[in-house]
């Protein structure tokens, strides 16, 4: 494949990603508090996660393994390897989701998105990158990893308030306080969005940027509908509290 016909894919699905932004406005992933009978059979919440996420984890991989990269492509791939060694194999055996389904219809939309964006991602760095050693003196670099890994640490202490706020078998939903849920009600999804931008600027190609695209596509409108769930489900839910930007938005 040249580089051409690469980038021709890229931009498909980047606007196939927009347009499932748009489509997310209507229809709300059914899963987690927002799951609801109907879109078919259903397979446990935390078998879900680890079936969704490891395309991410093994295509990466695999790439990493297989081929010759630059020792910036080499960086780069380590980066993504970290985020979904946690989300594939930590995170599902840390959730306290006892006894929760996930539709079998989510698992498999979820397994395409990671399939191809972690495959376009993957294929770049094995067959098109050209970074040099002097990537790693680039604004690009710093701003990128300094903007990924502020934003893994809030991810982590974000995710770690919600999963702890059950006792290990409890399966209802509590108010999250401390941190910045005191300002916004998904600082979880706000900071996975900044990881992905940090990870983009570090990259600084197509397909990270794809991969961005899509990431928005999918949180944005679920930090929405959370931040409006909770405001319906909680008649005590604090009034200034926003969903994703304090005192904005
Ligand atoms: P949620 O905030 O919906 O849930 C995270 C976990 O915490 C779930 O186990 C949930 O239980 C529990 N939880 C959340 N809020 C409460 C509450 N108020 N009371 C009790 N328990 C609660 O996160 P998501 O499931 O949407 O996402 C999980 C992680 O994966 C996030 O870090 C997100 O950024 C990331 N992600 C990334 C995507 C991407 O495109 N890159 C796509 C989707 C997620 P329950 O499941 O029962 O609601």
Same mark, same amino acid.
């Given at each position: 494949?040249?580089?051409?016909?690469?980038?021709?894919?890229?931009?498909?699905?980047?606007?196939?990603? &927009?347009?499932?932004?748009?489509?997310?406005?209507?229809?709300?992933?059914?899963?987690?508090?927002?799951?609801?009978?109907?879109?078919?059979?259903?397979?446990?919440?935390?078998?879900?996660?680890?079936?969704?996420?490891?395309?991410?984890?093994?295509?990466?991989?695999?790439?990493?393994?297989?081929?010759?990269?630059?020792?910036?492509?080499?960086?780069?791939?380590?980066?993504?390897?970290?985020?979904?060694?946690?989300?594939?194999? /930590?995170?599902?055996?840390? /959730?306290?989701?006892?006894?929760?389904?996930?539709?079998?219809?989510?698992?498999?939309?979820?397994?395409?998105?990671?399939?191809?964006?972690?495959?376009?991602?993957?294929?770049?760095?094995?067959?098109?990158?050209?970074?040099?050693?002097?990537?790693?003196?680039?604004?690009?670099?710093?701003?990128?990893?300094?903007?990924?890994?502020?934003?893994?640490?809030?991810?982590? /202490?974000?995710?770690?308030?919600?999963?702890?706020?059950?006792?290990?078998?409890?399966?209802?939903?509590?108010?999250?306080?401390?941190?910045?849920?005191?300002?916004?009600?998904?600082?979880?999804?706000?900071?996975?969005?900044?990881? =992905?931008?940090?990870?983009? &600027?570090?990259?600084?190609?197509?397909?990270?940027?794809?991969?961005?695209?899509?990431?928005?596509? *999918?949180?944005?409108?679920?930090?929405?509908?959370?931040?409006?769930?909770?405001?319906?489900?909680?008649?005590?839910?604090?009034? *200034?509290?926003?969903?994703? /930007?304090?005192?904005? =938005?």
């Amino acid at each position: 494949m040249s580089l051409e016909q690469f980038n021709s894919i890229c931009i498909i699905w980047a606007i196939i990603g &927009i347009a499932t932004f748009i489509l997310l406005q209507f229809v709300t992933a059914p899963y987690g508090r927002h799951i609801k009978k109907g879109w078919g059979p259903e397979i446990s919440n935390k078998l879900g996660w680890i079936l969704m996420e490891l395309p991410s984890f093994a295509i990466i991989l695999y790439f990493y393994l297989n081929f010759s990269q630059s020792s910036y492509a080499q960086f780069l791939s380590i980066f993504w390897l970290i985020h979904y060694f946690n989300r594939t194999f /930590i995170f599902p055996f840390r /959730i306290r989701t006892k006894g929760k389904k996930m539709p079998l219809t989510i698992v498999f939309s979820a397994i395409f998105f990671n399939f191809i964006n972690a495959g376009l991602n993957g294929y770049f760095l094995a067959h098109f990158e050209n970074y040099s050693e002097l990537a790693f003196e680039n604004w690009t670099f710093y701003l990128g990893l300094t903007i990924f890994v502020l934003s893994f640490i809030t991810n982590q /202490i974000s995710d770690n308030i919600l999963i702890n706020l059950r006792k290990p078998n409890e399966v209802g939903y509590k108010i999250p306080n401390g941190f910045l849920f005191k300002y916004i009600s998904c600082p979880n999804h706000l900071s996975e969005m900044f990881q =992905w931008t940090g990870f983009a &600027i570090m990259a600084w190609n197509l397909p990270a940027t794809c991969f961005l695209i899509w990431t928005v596509a *999918n949180l944005l409108p679920r930090a929405l509908k959370h931040h409006k769930w909770y405001q319906e489900y909680f008649d005590d839910y604090p009034k *200034n509290r926003k969903a994703i /930007i304090p005192k904005i =938005w």
